[in-house]
T-cell receptor, first 112, second 113 residues
Framework: KAGVTQTPRYLIKTRGQQVTLSCSPI?????VSWYQQTPGQGLQFLFE???????NKGNFPGRFSGRQFSNSRSEMNVSTLELGDSALYLC???????????FGSGTRLTVV | GDSVTQMEGPVTLSEEAFLTINCTYT??????LFWYVQYPGEGLQLLLK?????DKGSNKGFEATYRKETTSFHLEKGSVQVSDSAVYFC????????????FGGGTRVLVKP
């Protein structure tokens, strides 16, 4: 079966711009989570959506937001980009917490 | 809150050597424990998991046992290959925290032929 698909794979944006990243989960998975990976901070949890509702949120500023659609596809948006937002953004989908998460290949965002 | 501590790398080994990566955790209740692997330029792949005390997860020659008494989930492989070169992440999913993975800092493993 198809895995978790993230688009685009690479993105270059200028400071102050906004960006939208997309994630299509594995069919049947209703939970979608987003993580930020940087060399300095490692893997940090952004938020989790389940059945179109944000169920959990990490410690990120309000510039980071997300949503989930009725087909479980999810988007995350970052507004007013800062240089420090440069990172690999990973999306993961799951049936439940016990099953574990399947990750996509990520979107590499570079802010210049 | 929940936290995961794993040994810092890099760990450099020769092919066919024994690999151990230590992982300890702090969590309320009874979390599920995971090992993920990340190859260059890719996302994370689930390597193995354990959901309760004394469970042993295994996959591709890797093993880890959920030790509640020592709050540990050490990863082991008896004979590594060059293809095992990657970054390994220990993680937990605490039920009190909902569906959220808390990761360790990652351990880079380099296997030389």
């Amino acid at each position: 079966k198809a895995g978790v698909t993230q688009t685009p794979r690479y993105l270059i944006k200028t400071r102050g711009q906004q960006v939208t990243l997309s994630c299509s989960p594995i069919s049947g998975h209703r939970s979608v989570s987003w993580y930020q990976q940087t060399p300095g901070q490692g893997l940090q949890f952004l938020f989790e959506y389940f059945s179109e509702t944000q169920r959990n949120k990490g410690n990120f500023p309000g510039r980071f937001s997300g949503r989930q659609f009725s087909n479980s596809r999810s988007e995350m948006n970052v507004s007013t980009l800062e240089l420090g937002d440069s990172a690999l953004y990973l999306c993961a989908s799951s049936l439940d917490a016990v099953s574990g998460y399947t990750f996509g290949s990520g979107t590499r965002l570079t802010v210049v | 809150g929940d936290s995961v501590t794993q040994m810092e790398g890099p760990v450099t080994l020769s092919e066919e050597a024994f690999l151990t990566i230590n992982c300890t955790y702090t969590a309320t209740g009874y979390p599920s424990l995971f090992w993920y692997v990340q190859y260059p330029g890719e996302g994370l792949q689930l390597l193995l998991k354990a959901t309760k005390a004394d469970d042993k997860g295994s996959n591709k020659g890797f093993e880890a046992t959920y030790r509640k008494e020592t709050t540990s989930f050490h990863l082991e492989k008896g004979s590594v290959q060059v293809s095992d070169s990657a970054v390994y992440f220990c993680a937990l999913s605490g039920r009190a925290a909902g569906n959220k993975l808390t990761f360790g800092g990652g351990t880079r493993v380099l296997v030389k032929p």
